[in-house]
């Protein structure tokens, strides 16, 4: 018979918010890390720049190269009421499928307006799963223009009051990994967001072959289990 407690409630603990970083450390690979000796059973914390040594050697690092896009876009209805869409999946021909936060009673039709009015999108239907079908003006253009002014999609427990420029580069920058390369997720694969260039060579002297696949982060990472 299985051992495993598949009850939700057993795995429950308090997590105060004040424990919850707003912010990266000044430098990726200073961030701290949970290490567990599997043969001892013990449990240590460790700064993540050791796992350079904590890796056996002979042994394959698999990273994700998937590519953060800055999908997360303030905007506002006609009637000035704020709202924020989220841009899970193009389906073709300027189409998006979006989850809309604040979307009220958002109507068929009714067009919206981005980023100051720098993209703006009519709203076609509202699916099944809550989410809406939007409809963008100048589709060719969109992604330029995300790229310019659309915002990372950091996790929902990470607040941001009235972030400016610098902030948002910064976001845009450290909401990604070092070894990004294809774009496509909505979220990023936060394990690899501590490595750095410099970490990854020390691995590969260390004779730990790298190995790289694609795995878009998606709109599940956001949902409760």
């Known amino acids: 018979m299985s051992s495993i407690d598949w009850k939700l409630s057993s795995y429950h603990y308090k997590l105060p918010e004040s424990l919850i970083a707003q912010y990266p450390t000044p430098n990726r690979d200073q ?48 009637t000035g009421a704020g709202i924020e869409a989220l841009l899970v999946e193009e389906i073709g021909g300027g189409h998006w499928s979006a989850v809309v936060r604040k979307a009220g009673r958002i109507k068929q039709g009714e067009r919206l307006d981005f980023c100051g009015g720098t993209i703006c999108a009519v709203a076609l239907e509202r699916k099944n799963g809550g989410e809406w079908l939007l409809e963008f003006d100048e589709p060719e253009s969109l992604k330029e223009r995300l790229e310019k002014v659309g915002l990372p999609p950091l996790p929902p427990y990470i607040k941001r009051q009235k972030a400016n420029e610098i902030q948002n580069a910064e976001d845009r920058e450290r909401y990604q990994t070092c070894f990004a390369s294809k774009p496509g997720a ?23 072959e790298i190995l790289e696949v694609t795995l878009h982060v998606g709109l599940g990472t956001f949902t409760p289990i």
């Open 31 to 78: 961030s701290r890390m949970l290490f567990l000796d599997r043969s001892k059973g013990i449990v240590s914390h460790r700064n993540f720049s050791e796992i350079i040594t904590l890796l056996p050697e002979d042994s394959c690092l698999v990273i994700n190269n998937t590519r953060v896009l800055p999908v997360r876009l303030p905007g506002r209805r006609k």
């Open 186 to 208: 909505i979220a990023a694969p936060t394990a690899g967001l501590h490595f750095t260039p410099e970490i990854l060579n020390s691995i590969r002297d260390r004779g730990v």
